[in-house]
């Protein structure tokens, strides 16, 4: 039960986990939230861009550019975006908790499972391909934990700048 438990608790955790969140900032306050953080955002024209927050400043966003949808309109680089032309900006945060817990206990069970079965080899093909079956087998688990972890650390929140200041 308890382990039906925890499945379906980690399931759901991975399901909400790239969901964006929802919060209104005015724009001095911007700054402190968004700085040195990768963020995206559409400009009135339609054109999309991502990149790096460098600076939020009294007339603009100082963003260094990394994907554009237009790269006429604007190109990579650093540049500054009209304050006018900011009203929700995209921000993605990544910590790293969440893929070092994942990661270590996906090996931890899946080296218990292993080390759980007996299987008495002692000769023929099985004395290599047994062992290497299961380092497999954890090196596997390790790396699925991992992506697993990755996906939960990551948080995107939808930033509504306030008309008012």
Known sequence: M???FAAVLLSTGIALAGQPGQEQ????ELQARIAGKKVA????????IEGKARQVE???LRLKIS?????????KGVRLIPRESVSVVRVTERRGFGRLLCTIGAI???AAIAGAQQIDIYEGVGVIAVPAAVTAGVAGAGIG????????????????VAKQD
């Open 2 to 4: 308890t382990r039906i």
């Open 25 to 28: 900032l005015k724009w001095g």
């Open 41 to 48: 955002l559409v400009l009135p024209d339609g054109t999309r």
């Open 58 to 60: 009294a007339d603009g």
């Open 67 to 75: 994907k554009t949808s237009d790269k006429k309109a604007q190109p």
């Open 108 to 110: 931890g069970a899946a």
């Open 145 to 160: 934990g991992y992506y697993v972890g990755k996906r939960l650390d990551k948080r995107v929140v939808d930033i509504r």
